[in-house]
């Protein structure tokens, strides 16, 4: 059951409707594109430490041959480098408390735990340039370099995410990108999501991707509905047994859902129009998330 499912949802994912490119001959005429060749990955404004260079490295550090390497429009965001912090020696001049720049200090700690030699580390991390890496490389005992988290990454790192983006930011396609990945994963033990995914680390789920507009439909031609797990469910098993289509699917699922094997990925909050109608979808949401505490959700929304 779960295979076929497999099979039908990343036929589904795999195609990229794009409109308005051409002259359409009819509202339904669109081009599609295989997924696989357009997509690579959405970055987040969100920065997520990627190298670490010690003291040791920073004598033989090349600053040209690095931001060339990691810093352009050219690049994808999982290649560029946006910021750097930095960690500099206490010097004589400086008393205890970094009162030349207002810097904190940090204890470093050998094997055994006792307190070694201390450190100044800025207040966090700083916009990376040319300039200030020349000069920070000359005297940091160490620089830690970071670049955009990529929603992937994101996403294994919080078990419920909203992902929010401009009309237009890859939002939607990110999730079907995923759905698509996980499904081909779950039909072939071959595919390696770690080189698909950047940043996965959750292994195998059983993805779900639904909209979130026909659940607040449903609400709106059923008034007296609260919005609970039940009604979120109700609709999840209209979207995997359509019209009756694959009996036991349902089933199926509901069982990897008691197990944590689920990711559900819900698209569309802003589409959902009046508040009420939103209340509830996200009051089903939460109650979902309640229910089943050990699976991975994500919701998808406009800013």
């Not at 099979?7 to 490119?21: D, F, K, M, N, V």
């Not at 040791?56 to 040209?64: G, I, M, P, Q």
């Not at 931001?67 to 020696?89: I, K, M, N, S």
């Amino acid at each position: 059951l779960l295979a076929a499912y497999y099979e039908r949802l990343a036929t589904r994912c795999r195609s990229l409707p794009l409109q308005g490119i051409y002259e359409q001959r009819s509202n339904a005429d669109s081009l599609m594109l295989d997924l696989e060749q357009v997509y690579t990955h959405l970055a987040t404004t969100d920065h997520t430490p990627r190298e670490r260079v010690d003291r040791a490295t920073l004598a033989t550090f090349d600053v040209a041959a690095y931001l060339a390497q990691h810093t352009g429009d050219h690049l994808l965001p999982r290649d560029q480098r946006t910021l750097v912090e930095p960690v500099f020696p206490v010097t004589d001049d400086r008393d205890e408390a970094g009162s030349a720049h207002g810097e904190a200090l940090v204890a470093a700690s050998d094997p055994a735990g006792m307190p070694g030699k201390m450190s100044r580390l800025r207040d966090g991390p700083v916009a990376l340039s040319r300039a200030r890496l020349i000069d920070d490389a000359k005297v940091a005992e160490e620089l830690t370099f970071l670049g955009p988290m990529i929603v992937t990454e994101a996403i294994a790192a919080k078990p419920h995410l909203v992902l929010l983006g401009e009309p237009g930011s890859g939002k939607s396609t990110a999730l079907r990108y995923l759905a698509y990945t996980l499904a081909r994963a779950g039909l072939d033990a071959q595919v390696d999501l770690a080189a698909l995914l950047p940043g996965w680390t959750l292994g195998r789920l059983v993805p779900i991707v639904v909209p979130l507009l026909p659940l607040a439909q449903a609400f709106a031609a059923h008034p007296a509905r609260r919005g609970e797990a039940d009604d979120l469910w109700h609709y999840l098993v209209a979207h995997l047994q359509p019209e009756g289509a694959s009996p036991g699917l349902a089933a199926a699922v509901h069982e990897e859902l008691e197990a944590g094997r689920v990711i559900l990925l819900l698209d569309g909050l802003d589409e959902v129009a009046g508040a009420e109608s939103r209340r509830k979808v996200v009051r089903a949401v939460q109650s979902f998330a309640q229910r089943f505490r050990r699976i991975r959700m994500v919701v998808a929304c406009r800013v």
